[in-house]
């Protein structure tokens, strides 16, 4: 865990597709498109109300990517007195790129990658604008 | 009876996104939900407990639920015990694996290759068997639908609680604000048979409301004379419909 990087939270999205998709976009964000300028944390601990995981969305930039309306990762972040820089919905995405479906909900198809990776240039570009204006720094 | 959500067990995984556990979590639930016992399980996300709305909230209190955790911080059993009910069961991803002699890789937090769905697999048959030490199953712990291969097992019609709530109403008893599963479907059942308000219909009334929910035997005279007062309101509401 580095604290001085950019928190990317994914929703938790055990019931649907768009749920795995935000959750592998997350992924790509912080293993493969910024893995040096950001972390992510379980959501689970937020809805908790863990003390370690409430500091760090306090006290760092946090980016939600959320899969469906109920928009669980936005609305726990926002409930723990969170530093919500940007949030996503991987719908806003798709609605962009309709012909990327995805159909599965445990790990991602093909589509579901493609539509991730779509949404994770989104998120990495949000990184960057936060870099450059110095949103950043704690 | 009413027209409520099928009556079966609730699973909620931690999900960790952080953890390879968290991510076995989720998919062993989908793997128990899809492949082993899609007739007795639901789910629902964990994070939808503060999210959510009572509906949410209600859902341990109608399904008897079993918790799937990564780790010692047992989030899914403290969330569901928190916001809704005692669960009925607990499985702790990294103590099971740890008993099994599996060593856990990194690469798995993402995306499972082969040896990652076995271990996936095995985790499932355990929820399984926990799931058939609730209802009762017959069933050994062979799966009853057969998969495509790794990766490629999910369907996305199985059934997720967020999208069939667990009906819940809150009414006034004896001075205090309850929540009752199930009421409104209750009342509409009665009204659509023909029953009306002064027909001695409170005892009936709350022998179907405690079905589904639990009414502490103190309460029952000042219960029974809560419903028969709101089912009087839902027919007055019906009738001018």
């Not at chain 1, 109920?70 to 806003?92: H, I, P, Q, T, Y």
């Not at chain 1, 909900?105 to 779509?118: K, S, Y």
């Not at chain 2, 062993?28 to 949410?56: H, N, Q, S």
Request: aromatic share 4%; proline share 5%; net charge negative.
């Amino acid at each position: 865990m580095d604290d001085d990087k950019i928190l990317v939270i994914s929703c938790s999205g055990v019931g649907k597709a768009f749920g795995m998709a935000s959750r592998e976009a997350m992924y790509a964000v912080i293993e493969e498109l910024r893995p040096e300028a950001t972390d992510t944390l379980c959501l689970a601990l937020l809805t908790m109300g863990d003390e370690e995981a409430k500091a760090r969305v306090r006290s760092r930039p946090t980016i939600t990517i959320d899969g469906c309306p109920k928009m669980c990762a936005r609305a726990n972040v926002e409930a723990s007195g969170g530093n919500l820089a940007a949030g996503f919905r991987v719908v806003d995405t798709y609605r962009r790129v309709r012909e990327l479906k995805p159909q599965s909900v445990a790990m991602p198809d093909e589509a579901g990658r493609q539509l991730a990776r779509v949404l994770a240039e989104e998120v990495a570009a949000e990184v960057d604008r936060l870099h450059a204006t110095g949103e950043d720094e704690s | 009876m009413p027209s409520l959500p099928k009556k079966r067990v609730g699973l909620i995984a931690c999900g960790g996104e952080e953890l390879v556990e968290g991510t076995l979590s989720r998919v062993a639930i989908r793997l128990v939900l899809e492949k082993y016992r899609p007739e007795d399980t639901v789910t629902l996300c964990l994070p939808l407990f503060l999210a959510g709305e009572k509906g949410e909230r209600a859902f341990a209190r109608f399904y008897p639920t079993i918790a799937v955790d990564g780790c010692r911080k047992e989030c899914a059993r403290r969330a569901t015990e928190t916001f809704s009910a005692p669960v009925a069961g607990v499985v702790r991803v990294d103590t099971l694996l740890a008993e099994m002699g599996i060593a856990l890789r990194p690469a798995w937090r993402r995306a499972l290759d082969e040896d990652g769905w076995a271990v996936a697999e095995r985790l499932a048959e355990a929820i399984a068997a926990q799931v058939d030490g609730i209802v009762g199953s017959r069933r050994g712990t062979q799966p009853v639908v057969m998969s495509a291969g790794p990766g490629e097992v999910m369907a996305v019609d199985a059934p997720c609680a967020c999208a069939t709530q667990v009906p819940v109403s809150r009414i006034d008893i004896a001075g205090q604000e309850m929540e009752l599963i199930a009421l409104m479907a209750i009342f509409d059942e009665f009204y659509r048979a023909g029953k009306r308000p002064g027909d001695g219909l409170g005892q009936a009334l709350l022998e179907a409301v405690r079905i589904y929910n639990t009414i502490p035997d103190e309460l029952l005279p000042a219960t029974r004379a809560a419903l028969e007062r709101e089912y009087a309101e839902f027919c007055a509401g019906r009738s001018q419909a």
